[in-house]
């Protein structure tokens, strides 16, 4: 449970640090690390023909069933993994509708004989239809659809990863620089604080600062007192 919250805690100061890098970056307040230009153009090209590919899914499958009640309830089917009921074209309705009509009219009749044979070619034009819609689904649509799921997913993914891994990074560059800014501020406001070095015949060297603990190195002779000299200078 400790490392849960341990975890959780980090990950969501690790959010916070990207947030902000990202917020300053758009302000003009941080620098930011641009990718290799070959790199960026790749995701560019990436990004469009995906946006490209959603709409030419989209797009046909309006061509191929305009019903919208139609096409969102062979998507519901293809979410549950299971077979759509087969509906019947408008053309095969006309065609039965047709038919019907000619046999109650009489097909020995002149007009009943035309129903009867226009219907049987609205039928066949249904049928027609539907293996085009057959083919194009096999054809066409699945590999786009596959692209969107698997290669534009993945694309995605590692995107996602190397933008995080550069707001880390700029992140950290960040910090450090203004690290940086505020140490020397404070040693122009503070000169007296300043780190002085010790230098010894034993090419050892130490520093200590005031403010915080004093430290010294001391070589490798028996006599640590006889071995330092008196060069003191602050830097």
């Not at 035309?114 to 699945?142: H, N, S, Y």
């Not at 993914?157 to 990074?169: H, I, S, V, W």
């Not at 403010?211 to 070589?219: A, C, K, W, Y």
Request: aromatic share 6%; glycine share 8%; net charge positive.
């Amino acid at each position: 449970m400790d490392f849960s919250v341990k975890r959780l805690a980090s990950d969501a100061g690790t959010f916070l640090s990207r947030a902000v890098q990202f917020a300053e970056e758009k302000l003009g307040q941080a620098e930011k690390t641009e990718l290799d230009v070959r790199l960026d153009n790749l995701l560019t090209k990436a990004d469009t023909r995906r946006r490209w590919t959603e709409r030419l899914i989209k797009q046909t499958e309006v061509v191929l069933q305009p019903n919208p009640g139609l096409r969102m309830e062979g998507l519901l089917y293809e979410m549950l993994e299971r077979e759509a009921p087969r509906h019947t074209s408008n053309h095969e309705q006309l065609g039965e509708c047709m038919i019907d009509a000619g046999h109650e009219l009489g097909p020995g009749t002149a007009y009943g004989k035309v129903l009867i044979k226009c219907g049987e070619m609205e039928k066949q034009i249904g049928g027609t239809q539907r293996k085009l819609i057959q083919g194009v689904t096999v054809g066409f649509l699945t590999p786009l659809r596959n692209f969107i799921e698997w290669d534009s997913k993945t694309v995605l993914k590692e995107g996602r990863l190397l933008e995080n891994r550069r707001l880390d990074l700029d992140a950290a560059k960040t910090r450090l620089k203004r690290a940086q800014i505020a140490d020397a501020h404070h040693a122009v406001v503070y000169p007296s604080l300043h780190p002085v070095s010790i230098s010894c015949s034993g090419s050892e060297h130490a520093q200590f600062d005031g403010r915080r603990r004093r430290t010294i190195s001391i070589g490798r002779q028996k006599s640590p007192d006889s071995c330092w000299k008196a060069s003191v200078a602050p830097k």
